[in-house]
Every structure is written in structure tokens, then in C-alpha cells.
């Protein structure tokens, strides 16, 4: 890359021409140091101090906060933020926040309380077996949804 045109420069890393003359004229002023990160462009809207409080709040459960059901949304946790610290999040940026922090997703399993593990366990041996039928098809198939087998 050392002597190509801005142009070509910029839509190889995909940035603007602009960002491109900037960094020739720094590394032209300063040297190689003078394109040395400085750091992400802002600070995150909720430090860790807040973010300790934010899970004291999340450990409350969404019900203490007005919700009707016990799961947290990315969205609720948003409109949380919001109304707790006053900060606007959007949804990816909450995803983002959480990950950061070492949460990750979860989808609840919603089981009832009247189940039965063992009436369960024995269908799925017994009777989903038949329900199933055969995992391999009696004819030969076809890769193509829309013609039948050629020969």
C-alpha cells in the first residue's frame, strides 16, 4: 500500500478518502506513532460502578419493576437503564453492555409444574417411535425440491 492512491486506500479498508489524507499527513508529520490508537472514541455510558448497580436491579426481577412476567428482554432491560440512570441505550448496545460483562443469553425452559419426568421419558421411547416412522425414505429422494429424480 505504500504508494497507492488515497482513493484505493480508503476502499480497501473501507473508510473515507478523508480519513485516509489525515492519517498520510500525521504519518508524514510524526512518523508511525502518530497512527497509534488513542483509545475508543468515547466512555461507556454505564461504569462498572453503575453497571454493579444495574445488576443489584436486575436481581430484583422484572415484576419489581413493574413487568408482569419473571423474564428480562433486552428491551425491558433498555427502558430499565433508562429510567434507572437516565442513559440512552439502544437495544444492541444493551447486548453489547451485557456481553462485556460477562452475561450472556438465555432462553427459559418453560416447563409445567404438574409434569410427570417419568410418564415423559417412557413416551418418548415408546409411542414417539411410531409417531416418527422411519428416518430413511422407502423411494429415493431428490436434491431438487422441484423435479422429481432424473435418470
Known amino acids: 500500500m ?15 478518502i478523508r480519513s485516509v489524507q489525515r492519517w498520510r ?6 512518523g508511525p506513532w502518530a497512527l497509534i490508537s488513542k483509545g475508543p472514541a468515547s466512555l461507556p455510558l454505564l461504569n462498572d460502578e453503575l453497571f454493579a448497580v444495574l445488576e443489584r436491579e436486575l436481581a430484583k ?15 425491558r432491560i433498555k427502558a430499565l ?3 434507572r440512570f437516565h442513559k440512552s441505550y439502544t437495544v ?6 451485557l456481553k462485556r460483562h460477562g452475561w ?4 427459559s425452559a418453560r416447563r409445567a409444574i404438574e409434569r ?15 409417531v416418527e416412522g422411519p ?3 422407502l423411494m429415493p429422494g431428490s436434491s431438487s425440491r422441484t423435479r422429481p429424480v432424473s435418470r
Open 2 to 16: 505504500r504508494g497507492d492512491e488515497n482513493p484505493v486506500i480508503a476502499h480497501d479498508l473501507r473508510v473515507g
Open 25 to 30: 499527513g500525521a504519518w508524514s508529520q510524526n
Open 61 to 75: 426481577g422484572p415484576v419489581a419493576h413493574g413487568w408482569t412476567d419473571r423474564i428480562w428482554t433486552l428491551s
Open 81 to 83: 437503564i433508562g429510567r
Open 92 to 97: 444492541q448496545g444493551v447486548a453489547a453492555l
Open 104 to 107: 450472556s443469553c438465555q432462553v
Open 116 to 130: 410427570d419426568e417419568a410418564a415423559v421419558a417412557g413416551w418418548v421411547k415408546e409411542t414417539w417411535p411410531s
Open 135 to 137: 428416518w430413511r425414505r
